[in-house]
């Protein structure tokens, strides 16, 4: 079963410092996307990208926010200053585009990010 | 603007009975309504899908039912079994690819033996 993966699993990070969560989506897929997690709470959409540029974001999605696909294989997701309300847990998904249509995302496992 | 409502917050169930978690969406454009299941520490997993042009679809013992008119679509979990224990959203969207998906708030789902 093709998987997305990302990495770290768990990151901590200083207030103000930047990080970058990498995923390698499934080969074969077109669309990528960064979802986020806050404990306990529901899936928020931050961005979607395409063709090597973004297609949708979030209002969540600010200037502090950068999504890279450096190579190919990696899809990144760049915080530049991170705040305490960044902690959250980041999936990385992918789906495949068909006909005009995608059926569902594919979610990694996730990097949990905390800010302290 | 919540655009997708999920109840209930929490559900316990014997093993062996009915689950059921509904939502409830907004917007009259989306076309394409997953429900996910996510186990502790993982991310979501696409269970089952429906589109709106049917009222129900059955994959094992999981069934989507579908309202349009209401704006209402409901998971049934047959003959729950203590392994459905986990969490699951409703999510709602256009099916145009790259549109963004909606996710409820998730259902936290125990099967008790």
Redo the contacts between chains.
């Keep these: 079963e093709p998987e997305?993966t990302q990495t770290p699993s768990h990151q901590v990070t200083q207030m103000g410092q930047e990080v970058i969560l990498r995923c390698v989506p499934i080969s074969n897929h077109l669309?990528f996307?960064w979802y986020r997690q806050i404990l306990g709470?529901?899936?928020?959409?931050l961005v979607?990208f395409?063709n090597n540029e973004i297609?949708?974001k979030?209002e969540i999605f600010d200037d502090q926010f950068s999504v890279e696909r450096p190579d190919g294989s990696n899809f990144t997701l760049k915080i530049r200053s991170t705040k305490l309300e960044d902690s959250a847990m980041y999936?990385c998904?992918s789906?495949e585009?068909l006909r005009?249509?995608?059926?569902?995302?594919?979610?990694?496992?996730?990097t949990r990010l905390t800010v302290v | 603007q919540q655009q997708v409502k999920q109840s209930p917050q929490s559900l316990i169930v014997q093993k062996g009975g009915i689950s059921i978690i509904n939502c409830a969406y907004e917007n009259t454009a989306f076309d394409?309504f997953?429900w996910?299941q996510q186990f502790p520490?993982?991310?979501?997993?696409?269970l089952i899908?429906i589109r709106p042009d049917v009222s129900e679809k059955k994959e094992g013992r999981f069934t989507i039912s579908f309202n349009k008119s209401a704006k209402q679509f409901s998971l049934h979990i047959m003959d729950s079994q203590p392994g459905d224990s986990a969490t699951y959203?409703c999510?709602a969207g256009p099916?145009?690819?790259?549109?963004?998906?909606?996710?409820?708030?998730?259902t936290s789902l125990t099967v008790i033996p």
Excluded at chain 1, 100 to 110: E, K, M, R, V
Excluded at chain 2, 41 to 46: D, E, Q, S, Y
């Design positions: 997305v669309y996307y709470q529901k899936v928020e959409f979607s395409y297609s949708e979030s999936f998904a789906s585009a005009g249509f995608h059926y569902g995302y594919t979610f990694g496992s996730g | 394409y997953p996910y520490g993982k991310g979501p997993a696409l899908a959203f999510a099916s145009n690819t790259g549109n963004q998906f909606y996710f409820g708030t998730g």
